[in-house]
């Protein structure tokens, strides 16, 4: 089988002016490869219940120079047994990058990158709704050449935007899905972009003071959104901070997201694949282990976006459409069912599992106001209890508990 991907081969996406690209690396050509990660380490996958042949993607975000196509590159000459197309989108000298490939390519002879195609112009966030999605559909018709897609979007995307354009059941959701939303983030400036949110010339206790004094809060800046989508974030450039900044960095981030994975790298070198990068099964599953963090409750460190756990006793059946409203009203409306006094909020990502006096467990998985619930069969003990995570702007209030509760 003739695996080589040549330009001639993918006319279609060649467009002029452009600075997305396409490889993928081809460990059809490294015959026994395995990978190189420490076994242990790789957590155990569970099978997907998604429709066989459907392709996962991964969506890559971070700021400007956090160290997205580092780890990119990285990836494309790692040895993994996976054939991954990768979407760069750099705003940056297009030439650099195919250097720096061509680079990747003479260092390895195994997992050889694809000659890189230009997809379309612009930012993927701005464009991805039409071209973008035209792009990897257009790549999808080389199904079987690769078995992952990783896109780098822009470091001023909103994840929260693109998600959603991944989770559907037709059109583009038909041939990949979503895996899930990694986050790239520079441990040394990533506490200056937070702090944007609160002006620049404050001290960050004094704004925060002021914050939460004010009606409106901080600012939320990109940082914040990259960090509160993400499934997945790694601190990178961990060489260029000492010990107790890159704790700072943790915790920090922590407060914003209860729900992620947090790793720590340098030059984006992920100590494995799985469960970091690939394989991440976001929106496919929601485990215990999920949502272990979140409960161990909340900081105030980060005022602007936190992660709140809202525990409450298992449901009847004939109180799933309570809850399904109590959703739909605060995903959709904006609102908490009730006589609650109008609250600002938003939510960005949300993470339930509720468990049924009938033995079954309802999982329940959100993204901005796109959301998704299903029933599981497996068993539970009569004393689990529910458990709803939120993560956003203004979740942090006792009235969304108390609402939940009245709702039921
Ligand atoms: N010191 C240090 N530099 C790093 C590290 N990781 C990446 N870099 C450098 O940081 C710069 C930016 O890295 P990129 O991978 O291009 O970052 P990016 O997120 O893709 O950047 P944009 O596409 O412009 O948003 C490059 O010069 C990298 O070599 C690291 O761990 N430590
Ligand atoms: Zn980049």
């Not at 975000?61 to 197309?85: F, R, S």
Request: charged share 25%; aromatic share 4%.
């Amino acid at each position: 089988m003739d695996t080589d991907l040549s330009d001639d081969e993918i006319p279609s996406l060649v467009q002029p002016g452009t600075n997305v690209k396409v490889a993928a690396t081809e460990p059809d050509q490294a015959p026994g490869l395995v990978a190189t990660t420490d076994q242990d380490e790789v957590p155990d996958l569970v099978e997907t219940e998604e429709t066989p042949g459907k392709v996962p993607i991964s969506i890559v975000t971070g700021y400007l120079g956090a160290g997205k196509t580092t780890l990119l590159n990285y990836i494309l000459t790692e040895q993994h047994g996976k054939k991954i197309a990768v979407i760069l989108n750099e705003f940056g000298d297009s030439i650099d990058i195919e250097k720096q490939l061509t680079v990747s390519d003479e260092n390895t002879t195994e997992a050889k990158p694809i000659p890189f195609v230009p997809l379309a112009n612009g930012c993927i966030c701005c464009s991805v709704k039409d071209v973008g999605i035209a792009a990897i559909e257009n790549l999808m018709e080389q199904r079987g050449k690769f078995d992952y897609i990783l896109l780098e979007t822009t470091g001023l995307a909103d994840p929260g935007n693109i998600a959603p354009l991944f989770w559907l059941d037709d059109g583009l959701g038909s041939t990949i899905f979503l895996d899930g939303i990694l986050t790239l983030v520079d441990a040394k400036n990533i506490l200056k972009s937070l702090n944007e949110g609160y002006g620049d010339e404050k001290c960050i206790e004094e704004a925060q003071h002021d914050a939460n004094h004010s009606e409106h809060g901080p600012l939320l800046t990109t940082a914040h959104l990259q960090i509160s989508h993400a499934d997945v974030v790694i601190i990178n450039k961990t060489d260029l901070v000492s010990k107790e900044e890159l704790d700072t960095v943790i915790e920090r981030v922590r407060s914003i997201n209860g729900l992620t994975r947090i790793q720590t790298t340098t030059k984006s070198k992920v100590p494995q694949l799985e469960g970091l990068v690939l394989d991440l099964h976001a929106y496919d599953e929601v485990t215990d282990a999920d949502l272990k963090f979140a409960n161990k409750g909340h900081s105030h460190i980060d005022t602007t976006i936190t992660t709140t756990t809202i525990t409450f006793p298992t449901i009847s059946r004939a109180q799933v459409d309570n809850f399904d409203k109590y959703l739909r009203t605060i995903l959709w409306e904006d609102q908490l069912p009730g006589d609650f006094d109008h609250l600002e909020f938003e939510i960005h990502r949300l993470k339930g599992r509720i468990p049924v006096h009938d033995g079954k467990t309802l999982l329940v998985q959100g993204v901005r106001n796109i959301y998704d619930m299903n029933e599981t069969q497996a068993s539970h003990s009569s004393s689990d209890e529910a458990k709803l995570v939120l993560i956003g702007k203004g979740v942090d209030q006792p009235a969304f508990r108390e609402s939940l509760l009245h709702t039921l």
